[in-house]
């Protein structure tokens, strides 16, 4: 069965840097396109970045600068580096997948969630 498992959170202090990391398993990963998203309490899912099954990528633009997304197919994992963390960054991040190549910026277009891990940041 499809398996994305999160890894990676914690809590840091603003400016400081965390790599979340997501094992899947259950599907041909390389031909997925794969995304972070975030969601804060009370707050929408938004999606953080994504990266197609050529390598392209998407970043929202609060986090451009500041988060790289990253795959290994490999070793069917997907990454998410972040420093100069903010408190705004604060949220639950969830690994999904989209059983397409390209990319959508819409929750409700990803096939499979990981359980999420938190992010905590403070001021």
């Known amino acids: 069965q499809v398996q994305l498992v999160e890894s990676g959170g914690g809590s840091v202090q603003a400016g400081g840097s965390l790599r979340l990391s997501c094992a899947a398993s259950?599907?041909?990963?390389?031909?997925?396109?794969m995304a972070w998203f975030r969601q804060a309490p009370g707050k929408e899912r938004e999606r953080v970045a994504s990266?197609?099954?050529?390598?392209?990528?998407t970043y929202l633009d609060s986090v451009k600068g500041r988060f790289t997304i990253s795959r290994d197919n490999a070793k069917n994992t997907l990454y998410l580096e972040m420093s100069s963390l903010k408190p705004e960054d604060t949220a639950m991040y969830y690994c999904a997948s989209r059983s397409v190549g390209v990319c959508s910026w819409s929750p409700t277009s990803y096939n499979y969630w990981g359980q999420g891990t938190q992010v905590t940041v403070s001021s």
């Open positions: 259950g599907f041909l990963y390389s031909t997925y396109c």
């Open positions: 990266i197609s099954n050529s390598g392209a990528t």
